[in-house]
């Protein structure tokens, strides 16, 4: 008899807990988006006042690799570190010498 009420108490744990956590994960994103949407548009505002350098490298003479920079910190021929629009903090050294090209993008 013990081990019935034991299993059904346990049933009965775990549908409220899943149903609780669904109503949790509702309730949040009910309650932040609004917040998403303000961070979203301040984002926005302020990208229109912030630089954008496209970087293009050859390292071969057919290969070419294109990035878009918030900020160049460094660029040399062997050397270009800056932060990328994404966010991520970006680098790249080398020993030999490649060519590039920068562009004023806004």
Do not use: C
């Given at each position: 008899m013990r081990q019935i009420v034991t299993k059904m108490l346990s049933t009965l744990r775990i549908g409220i807990g899943s149903g609780l956590k669904k109503t949790g994960k509702i309730l949040s994103t009910i309650a932040?988006?609004?917040?998403?949407?303000?961070?979203r548009l301040w984002n926005?505002?302020?990208?229109?006042?912030?630089?954008?350098?496209?970087?293009?490298?050859w390292v071969d003479p057919m290969k070419k690799t294109?990035?878009?920079?918030?900020?160049?910190?460094?660029?040399?021929?062997?050397?270009?570190?800056?932060?990328?629009i994404t966010g991520e903090?970006?680098?790249?050294?080398?020993?030999?010498k490649f060519n590039y090209q920068v562009k004023q993008v806004k």
């Open positions: 932040y988006s609004p917040f998403r949407m303000i961070a926005w505002i302020l990208s229109l006042f912030i630089d954008e350098q496209v970087i293009t490298i294109e990035y878009h920079f918030r900020y160049v910190e460094t660029l040399t021929p062997t050397n270009i570190k800056g932060k990328l903090k970006f680098e790249i050294r080398t020993q030999e």
